[in-house]
Structure formats: C-alpha cells, structure tokens
C-alpha cells in the first residue's frame, strides 16, 4: 500500500503558466482534499471532494480547479499561477463514515517567480 | 464558519520538562479535535485525537483534554525528549461538513537536551 501519492514532489513555475499537482491513493477513501501551508503557518483547506464526482470549495479556493473523475484521483489545477501560490500543497484522504482521521500525502513543494 | 487559534506560537523547554499547547476553537458544533506533529520537511501525522464526547484521553507521554463549554482543548507531552522537537498543529471538525479539517496556526516545540 503506497497511501496518499503526490507528484510532482518539487516544481518551479513562471508566473501565468499553469500545472497540475497530482494526488493518488490506493486506500479507497471517499473523501480528499487538498490544503496549502505557507512558510511557518498552518494548513488552509483548498476544495475538498467526499466522492467521485463531487467537489467543493474550501477556505481558499481561488486560483486553483479541481476534478475527481476517480475514487482514486484528485488532481489540483492552477491557472496562471501567481507568487502568491508558492507554498507547499499537501493532499489527504479519510475514510468517512464514523472514521475522521486524514491521511496526508508527502507535499509538493511550488515556487512560482 | 470555524476559527481555531493556537498558543503559543513557540515553546522551548528542557528535556524532561512538560509541554503543553493549547487551542480554542469557535463553532460550539465542532465534536472532533485531532493533534498533528510535523517534523521539518515532512507531512503532518496524527499523533492523538478527541471526540466531544470524551474529556480526556491519554496515549503514552501524550495526552489532551478537552473543555467543551469553554471551548478549548490542549495538548499535554510529559518527559519531553529531543524527538518531540516538531511542530504541532490543532485543529477542529465539525463532523457534518465533510470532514473539513479547520487547523490551528501551528506551535513549533524545541526540547534543548
């Protein structure tokens, strides 16, 4: 069992291109999310997904897309990335039902300059 | 929605010493309160959680309490070692919002041999 995988694990990016930050698990969890930690703060929720084909917004969604096509999959989608983007983006995965501990993933670090 | 505040921001003790972190939270519907450590560079990892219904709960060195009707919860580590250097992260659900994890500003803990 790999867990929570997430690529790419380091990226740096010019500010208007685009990327998407991959996140796959192996846990058959229903529920994702993605959440971005800035240096020395805590972790923002981005969108969140509790099923394949269901998404919803988090704390601070702008800027960024997302898609659960999959049980499997949750890709980040960032748009004319911008400075303000640089941080390190975690996903995670819980079960559901009775069960709320999150899984994280090991974090892409991103650099936009 | 949700706001949850984290004090200290840092915490320095000697080893041996206890530590202890403390949070408050705002949404009197939250029932779930995990505690995450991360150590430099890597993803956060769970090391105790709580439910509404339970005051307190303890694992080993590491136990936390939980005031309802304050609204406060709080992190105890006794016979602090070097390896609980990290930072720690609280946070709260409220368990009918799809699990969106709302966290804490982080308290980064240095126990000096």
């Known amino acids: 069992n790999a867990g929570v995988t997430q690529t790419p694990k380091f990226r740096i990016l010019k500010i208007g291109q685009s990327m998407t930050l991959q996140c796959t698990q192996d846990m058959n969890h229903n529920y994702m999310y993605w959440y971005r930690q800035d240096p020395g703060m805590g972790l923002k929720l981005i969108y969140y997904s509790v099923g394949a084909g269901i998404t919803d917004k988090g704390e601070v969604p702008n800027g960024y897309n997302v898609s659960r096509s999959t049980t499997e999959d949750f890709p980040l989608r960032l748009e004319l990335a911008a400075p303000s983007q640089t941080s390190v983006y975690f996903c995670?995965?819980?079960?559901?039902?009775?069960?709320?501990?999150?899984?994280f993933g090991p974090g892409t670090r991103l650099t936009v300059t | 929605g949700e706001n949850v505040e984290q004090h200290p921001s840092t915490l320095s003790v000697q080893e041996g010493d206890s530590a202890v972190i403390k949070c408050t939270y705002s949404d009197s519907a939250s029932n779930y309160f995990p505690w995450y450590k991360q150590e430099l560079g890597k993803r956060p990892q769970l090391i105790i959680d709580i439910r509404s219904n339970v005051g307190e709960k303890k694992d080993q060195r590491i136990a936390v309490t939980l005031n309802k009707t304050a609204k406060h919860f709080s992190l105890h580590i006794t016979e602090t070692q070097p390896e609980d250097s990290a930072v720690y992260f609280c946070?709260?659900?409220?368990?009918?919002?799809?699990?969106?994890?709302?966290f804490g500003q982080g308290t980064e803990l240095s126990v000096k041999p």
């Open positions: 995670a995965t819980h079960r559901g039902s009775s069960s709320y501990e999150q899984y």
């Open positions: 946070a709260a659900l409220r368990g009918n919002q799809g699990g969106k994890l709302i």
